[in-house]
């Protein structure tokens, strides 16, 4: 009845009209669905060739103790080093397992998603003395900067790979920032050296420049083939710090994994900052306050390997009858029950940044996209739920992501593992309104209003301004396409903030974007326009003020609240008249025109017509009777009339779906 310890940790998938494969993001939350066959193969696999030793924890010294992390940009060999690292400490055997989970993945590729383990204990040996070496997982994509600053938390130090070939691109830089600004020590390491247009030169020459970090420093190594993985090792040992934790201090641990496991609750997986902590104890977890009781502690081979106890200084897993994954929230401090601790710094819950309608195609389908929505969401507390409608859509939600790839991957699952055939709106991000009176912030119970579904948008009329999200954007690409992207981003509202030329070819730029102009297509033509080699990233940026501007979309001057957009001023023209284009385009003709408007409160702003059908009631009526044809043209005029007054558009729901649709 236990669940596997394997993780599905990616989702791969070939972008549209490009050859180029990209990775979507490096996921931690996948364990359910069609993919649990795989999970418990793998794990299975692990199991058997991970060489069963009986391990005593106790008298581990921690000094002899090293937590790390490998960073690294999309697919620049996170996972294969990961891997050769599991089988050089004999984690998992060499041969077989590896070898099924790569030709398992070769299949899961194929349908875009793979699978891999992360977080595990390593015992290594190094000038006669066993070294407890813990590689903590960290999700790859910046979406979950926040996690991954948690999960390195639990590190002294990482392993910063980047491609021989590629060089530093938008995600090194990302992550190598969090690891520096955690004071963490940072190993450089250069992967596919075998490749034959690897120039590893170069990328020292980046590493330098961009980092400031000696190119001596650099490790050159194929993860593929095993080559300097072991001096990769010994680096870790001589360079990275052991944690500062104690035994005698009281017990404190910080969460930095969780998952949900349908048999035992919530798997939270941990790093102990100080003492220990023991089955049958009582534990508290300092965000929810509630306390629990160890039933099962252990630690990560990867496969979970249960022990006695776990000591300051040690990273594990601990199961204590938490029933969602929302308990054991990760960066929480957990501590023994009457022995509070200060809370590890920066506890803060996940902040969602974009929004999104979500509908079943048919509401007859609605309560399995609930269960599998319900299911969806127990593994990963960082979406928020809200049950929203729509006269047009029926029943659903709207839901909270952490950024856009977030957002793509909890639809990619949605449709891939349950089956579901969703609508999803086109994503809007958290406004802000400053109410303008005491009344008002009475009203609205606060004084910053934060606006999410935009028919909810206040008034200019109630507000002293809005405000807007706004994020950091870095952009690393040949100098070829400098000249486009620029003109993109300019598009965007965007202002550039730097460029720097990392090489002699290659410019890092970093521009501030409103984060709204970037959640549709921005990475799409980024991607096109550069023929997939400009590579793209983004963090917060707080909020800055801005002129929004409400637009509503009317069918012969009736509201349509779903349609309801916010935009910035200068963007409000173009993007009424587009989307009355579209409206045109998907409503079907029916007996009478049909007015498409876009208006700013009572201004109309862009206008198409739906031309009516010219039924034909001339037909039968042959020869010449001219009074005969104008009475008959008249009394349809009238009819035509009549059906417009009442505003009686028929709007098919296919309409709706491709007006709102992201594209
Ligand atoms: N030639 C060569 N290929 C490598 C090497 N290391 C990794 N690769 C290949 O590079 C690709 C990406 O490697 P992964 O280990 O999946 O990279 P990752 O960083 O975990 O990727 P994401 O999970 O997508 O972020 C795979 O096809 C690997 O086989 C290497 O040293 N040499």
Redesign the pocket.
Known sequence: GRSPRVKI??I?RRSRGSTQPF?L??HRWMKTGCLSTLSTHCARQYSSSAQKQHIDMSEFPVDRIRNFS?I????????????RLLELTGAIAKTECNKQV?DK?QVERERGI?V?AQTASLFYQHEGQTYLLNLIDTP??VDFSYEVSRSISACQGVLL?V??NQGIQAQTVANFYLAFEAQLTIIPII?????KN?DPERVEKQIEKIFDIPKEECIR?????G?NVDQVLQEVVKRIPSPTAKVEEPFKALVFDSTFDHYRGVVANIAVFGGQVSKGDRIVSAHMGKTYEVNELGILRPDEHPTEKLYAGQVGYVIAGMKEVKEAQIGDTLYLHKQPVETLPGFKPAKSMVFAGIYPMDQSEYTTLRSAVEKLTLNDSSVTVQRDSSLALGAGWRLGFLGLLHMEVFNQRLEQEYNASVIVTAPTVPYKAVMSSPKLIKEYGQEVVTIVNPAQFPDKSQVVEYLEPMVIGTIITPDDFTGKIMSLCLSRRAIQKNMVYIDDHRVMMKYLFPLNEIVVDFYDQLKSMSSGYASFDYEDAGYEPAELIKIDFLLNGKPVEELTTIVHKDRAYSMGKAMCERLRDSIPRQMFEIAVQAAIGSKVIARETIKAYRKNVLAKCYGGDITRKMKLLKKQAEGKKKMRRIGNVEVPKDAFINVLKKK
């Open positions: 940790c990616r791969k990775t993001i490096r490998i690294a940009h999309i697919d620049h060999g996170k996972s294969t080093l990961a891997d790569l993945l793979t891999k790859g994509h790979i491609d021989a992967n596919k050296i075998d490749l690897a190594i194929s993860a593929k083939l080559t």
